[in-house]
Structure formats: structure tokens, C-alpha cells
């Protein structure tokens, strides 16, 4: 069984940091791409980072671009989101995804598996 399991939410202040994680467990993730997205009530859920397992260059929405890192620890089957000089407009819930499309794909509809997700509380 595919479990991803997210972790490293919590409330922060604008201009802060946090790192999200995403551990990965049920399968070999090597030919996977890994993906972060994030919902806000009322709101689809939206893109917000791909990077596939075997690395390569990462793919972000514009709106994190510049602020926020997608990587990855093959070793320990782990998924990492570095955000940086967050902003209200990051509060929502961040959910990490594994697709086995053979591309980096930025639609939800394109991935299997999906954590429980972890919520970010960006006080302004």
C-alpha cells in the first residue's frame, strides 16, 4: 500500500520560512514524479511544485517562483518544499502527490497517490 505522509506545517508569520516533508513508503518512487499542491476552502486544489524522483530540473507555479524549493532524498524516500519569505496568500493545506506519468505533470488529474495533507497558516 502507497502511503505519503506530510509533515512541517504550522502557523508562521509573513516573511518567515518553513520546510515541508513528504515521506514516501509502499513502493519504489524512482520512476515517479513527486508534486506539492495546496487548497484553500472554497478553492480547487492547485499546483504548486513538481520534481521528478531521478531529479532534473524542478517546475513551479509562478506564484511560488523564487520563494519556494522542491527537492528530494532518495535515500531516506522523502520529498522536501522549502518555502521562504511566505505570505498570506500561502495559507492553505499542502498536500504532497506521486504520479507515474513519465512526465512532470501540473495537473491534480494526473496523480495516483495523495498524503492526508498538512496545513500552513501564514499570520500577516
Known amino acids: 500500500q502507497v502511503q505519503l505522509v506530510e509533515s512541517g506545517g504550522g502557523l508562521v508569520e509573513t516573511g518567515d520560512s518553513l520546510r515541508l516533508s513528504c515521506a514516501a513508503s509502499?513502493?519504489?518512487?524512482?520512476?515517479?514524479?513527486m508534486g506539492w499542491f495546496r487548497q484553500v476552502p472554497g478553492r480547487e486544489r492547485e499546483f504548486v511544485a513538481a520534481?521528478?524522483?531521478?531529479?532534473?530540473?524542478?517546475v513551479y507555479a509562478d506564484s511560488v517562483k523564487g520563494r519556494f524549493t522542491i527537492s528530494r532524498d532518495n535515500a531516506k524516500n522523502t520529498v522536501f518544499l522549502q518555502m521562504n519569505s511566505l505570505k498570506s496568500e500561502d495559507t492553505a493545506v499542502y498536500y504532497c502527490?506521486?504520479?507515474?506519468?513519465?512526465?512532470?505533470?501540473?495537473?491534480?488529474?494526473?496523480?495516483?497517490?495523495w498524503g492526508q495533507g498538512t496545513q500552513v497558516t501564514v499570520s500577516s
Open positions: 520534481l521528478h524522483w531521478r531529479g532534473g530540473s524542478p
Open positions: 502527490a506521486a504520479t507515474s506519468k513519465p512526465y512532470i505533470s501540473r495537473s491534480r488529474a494526473d496523480y495516483n497517490y
Open positions: 509502499g513502493r519504489t518512487f524512482s520512476s515517479y514524479t
